[in-house]
């Protein structure tokens, strides 16, 4: 199955990095270099914090950048007495996407699939796109999710990919398990490395996370196609 010829998802996933200032600054250079990138066959994504999605909404919204905003996370709950949690409503009034069961979440705040579950349906109220992240091709995925991202624990943030060989293979089982065909593939990846993933059947885009934090690094993965 060729991919290459639709529009390809470039997800930067921020994590707990940049102050709503650094996020200004991080999309004016962007913009400074937004004359070389083609927004034609791509969907350019980026996932700031909680507290810097409202100053990313309103730059990118100002300055007619061709960038779509997504959260990290969402509360599995509707509006109401849940102290801490920020729901579907609330992140629908700055963005598009939103990203599910990342697995930092899942390591760090103890997440399982019915929690996942629960966060697609939220998102769902509110016409959220959903990026639902998966570790292996066993994992669990929600009926109504958008998109599966592949994001092998041993890749993310070690500088060491998963090969495109296996990465086809779990696209497969994916396939096969799910019936998705909106697969990510998420975990080091690099403008050395893009290449490389860009035949692998199913295949619609990227989850990024450290090579998101420099624009330059990130700008350098929109000009590989």
């Avoid at 801490?84 to 103890?110: D, L, T």
């Avoid at 890749?155 to 779990?170: F, H, K, L």
Wanted: some cysteine; aromatic content about 8%; proline content about 4%.
């Amino acid at each position: 199955m060729q991919n290459i010829d639709k529009k390809l998802l470039f997800i930067a996933n921020w994590k707990s990095n940049k102050t709503s200032e650094e996020a200004v600054s991080w999309l004016q250079a962007f913009k400074k270099n937004q004359s070389k990138i083609n927004p034609e066959n791509k969907t350019i994504i980026v996932c700031p914090s909680f507290l810097s999605i409202p100053a990313a909404s309103l730059y990118i919204k100002a300055n007619n950048l061709p960038i779509v905003v997504g959260a990290q996370d969402i509360s599995g709950f509707e509006s109401g007495a849940y102290t801490g949690e920020v729901s579907a409503r609330q992140i629908r009034e700055f963005c598009e996407y939103v990203i599910i069961g990342h697995s930092e979440r899942r390591k760090y705040n103890h997440e399982n699939d019915q929690d996942v579950h629960n966060k697609a349906e939220m998102a769902k109220t509110r016409n959220l796109k959903t990026i639902v992240c998966v570790q292996n091709e066993g994992v669990l995925v929600p009926k109504d999710s958008d998109f599966v991202a592949y994001e092998p624990v041993f890749a993310i943030g070690s500088g060491n990919a998963d090969t495109p060989e296996s990465i086809t293979t779990v696209f497969s089982e994916i396939n096969n398990n799910t019936g998705k065909t909106k697969l990510l593939y998420g975990g080091s990846v690099n403008a050395k490395n893009l290449e490389s993933f860009l035949q692998i059947p199913y295949l619609s885009g990227f989850l990024i996370g450290s090579a998101s934090l420099d624009p330059d690094a990130f700008i350098s993965l929109l000009l590989k196609c």
